[in-house]
């Protein structure tokens, strides 16, 4: 952490990587180090325009706890490192850098010490997704603050749409579309919120947040094809109820105390739920070439929704660097039913 310490010969990382890759040897601890150059080369800022600064640092989700230093200074970090560790690799951190770990010539130190537990799915500690930034504090907080509040209108939208067509379901109890579709809308408000720095405001755990969020992937994916099908007057070819059994099967298993075998399962409903997107898209336009009325009406918004999960299993794997959209696809989603 030292910031005269040599690493002119460390390999470079590209990051964040992603929580989803599993190639290399494994590592239980790793270094990052970047140097910042604040002010122009050679002549830094003076100690007074140092304090003006009032830098600060944001950092995303970095797997699966870990320290972080400014010119050598400890600020922060999140879980806790052996010998009592700890997982946290949600937390986002926003820390502010003294104006002393900036050198006379403007030269700062960030260094980032990461423990990896052997639960977790990448082969080494890393930055693995979120937002990595440096810069004015009072500006980052700003964003930190606003980053997400869309995702939390969202989630509430999602889970009073869901009461509301419980409602409709009870006084329309043949329509048992309208109970699938609330069951589905109400538990995406819940997955929602549990993708973003809010649910720490709940108080849980991380442990039971996480497998909160894992049981409601494959409670989701079953009901999709419950709701999907019928919606459209279609029977669920029996091949999709093994695929319901399964996820259901998978869903008491994640439901069990501890991550392991939640993290391992993962990638599995990952591939599972690709093909899912590729046979409800196609499901879809066969019906809106059919003439049914739903099959157009929804064909646009169900395309948005698999967009949206799609673009989020690559930004897991660490194929893309794109913001999440799973909670903006299932609002098109969810808007085209309305119109339905």
Known sequence: ALPDSDAAAWPGANSPMGG??????????????????????????TAAERARLR??????????????YAGGLRLGGAGSLPPAPGIDYDRHGLYPIPSDRIDASGR???????WKDTTTTPRMPAPTEGPFFIGPIDRLA????????????????????????????????????YMWFALLSIGFGLYTLCRTQWKYATGLSFTAMKEAEHLMLYVFAAGLVEFLWPFLSRPIPRALRVYQAVNLAAGAVVAWPGLSLNLRLLSW?????????????????????????????????????????????????????TPPLIPFGFAAFLFSMAVS
Do not use: C
């Open 142 to 177: 700003l964003r930190a603050s606003t980053q997400e509040l869309p995702q939390l209108v969202l989630a509430a939208l999602f889970v009073m749409v869901g009461l509301y067509h419980l409602q409709l379901f009870r006084r329309r109890p043949d329509l048992r579309e």
């Open 55 to 68: 830098l600060g640092l944001w950092l995303g989700k970095i797997d699966s706890a870990y320290e972080v």
């Open 108 to 114: 700062l130190v960030i260094a980032i010490r990461a």
């Open 269 to 321: 409903w990952e591939y599972g739920a690709l093909v899912l997107g590729v046979l409800s898209v196609a499901e879809v336009v066969r019906a809106a070439w059919r003439g049914h009325p739903e099959g157009r009406t929804i064909s646009l918004g169900l395309v948005a929704l698999i967009a949206g999960y799609t673009n989020d299993i690559a930004l897991e794997r660490g194929w893309l660097l």
């Open 20 to 45: 989803g890759r599993r190639s290399g040897p494994f590592h239980p601890y790793a270094w990052y180090r970047i140097v910042v150059q604040v002010g122009s080369t050679g002549t830094g800022p």
